[in-house]
């Protein structure tokens, strides 16, 4: 019996993926999304398609009909934008995930897989972060994925069966079974890896990366991040799927365990594309941590799951999934 899953959000980087992913290993999809930030060309053709809001009501209640499970990666998930607008990710984050919530127990669904984000943590006090750790975020994008959290957590009493996992670093690129490639690609690129090879992409002879502060209490004074392959993450979503209980909220990390530094980053695009990259130091931006690592523990016990792809591989893939969008 095939299993029909909806994904929220599933024109963005991550939901194409993962809902191309779940297609190749037999699953049915339904993607929905309102384009605002995703790309209609980066679905899946063999995913049914409808373009709405997760606000809503009525859209979704018809969308809904018939599916087994829902994938919710339907959010904005900009720092910098959730600083100045914070009221747009109280609406789409928060308010989204309520309506959202409400429709599946209407229309009789209780399991849902929650994307969430390492942001919820702010500046946590031990590093590698376990799921334990406090939550204390320190931008409106954290804040309104705890809510979001918090949201799912009081719906459990009443038979949900929920998943949530925080994501941290996402990189690399997917080749799904058609031969077709998903890559971050966004018109306004944020995130250090498909940023810089956005500008290489584009014949640049001379790129300059711009890092914001070189002075944290960090090895080499830049933030360390944990970068995890889009692909070990779709496939910790296919695992997940298999791992819900009515009545339980699992919380889980899903990041390499291993943390690099922005220089390390830089240094190792330099070699894996064979450029020399710019170094512009900027000042700190508002809302970011120092170092953001995982423990993953809880994802290898619970899951069975564990990253097969380390920054050299990430690096490679989205070097070779960027090439192939030109």
Not at 26 to 39: A, K, Q, R
Not at 116 to 134: D, L, N
Not at 231 to 239: N, S
Request: glycine content about 8%; aromatic content about 8%.
């Amino acid at each position: 019996m095939k299993h029909n899953v909806l994904i929220t959000g599933g024109a963005g980087f991550i939901g194409s993926v993962i809902s191309s992913y779940l297609l190749d290993n037999e699953y049915e999809v339904v993607v929905i999304d309102d384009l605002s930030t995703g790309n209609k060309g980066a679905l899946d053709e063999r995913a049914i398609f409808f373009q709405g809001n997760i606000l809503d009501k009525s859209f979704l209640t018809t969308t809904l009909t018939g599916v087994d499970a829902v994938i919710h990666c339907a959010a904005k998930s900009i720092v910098e934008e959730s600083v100045s607008k914070p009221e747009l990710y109280e609406l789409v984050n928060y308010q989204g995930t309520k309506v959202l919530l409400d429709v599946m127990s209407q229309v009789g669904i209780n399991k849902i897989i929650f994307s969430s984000t390492a942001a919820v943590y702010g500046e946590a006090k031990t590093q590698p972060i376990s799921e334990s750790a406090e939550l204390s975020a320190v931008n409106p994008y954290g804040e309104s994925k705890i809510k979001c959290e918090e949201e799912i957590g009081k719906k459990v009493a009443a038979g949900l069966a929920a998943i949530t996992l925080r994501y941290f670093n996402v990189a690399g690129s997917y080749k799904n079974n058609l031969g077709k490639v998903f890559f971050e690609n966004h018109q306004n690129e944020s995130h250090l890896i498909p940023k810089i090879l956005d500008k290489l992409n584009k014949g640049d002879k001379e790129v300059t990366v711009d890092i914001y502060g070189d002075k944290w209490q960090t090895p080499d004074g830049s933030c360390i991040r944990d970068y995890l392959h889009i692909k070990d993450l779709a496939h910790a979503h296919l695992l997940a799927l298999n791992k819900l209980t009515k009545g339980e909220h699992q919380i889980v990390n899903l990041g390499s365990g291993k943390g690099y530094s922005v220089f390390e980053v830089i240094d190792q695009i330099d070699k894996s594309v064979g450029v020399k990259l710019n170094r512009n130091i900027c000042p700190t931006r508002l809302g970011d941590p120092a170092v953001l690592l995982a423990d993953i523990g809880k994802a290898k016990e619970i899951l069975g799951w564990q990253p097969r792809s380390g920054l050299i591989e990430i690096i490679a893939d989205s070097w070779q999934g960027s090439q192939q969008l030109r």
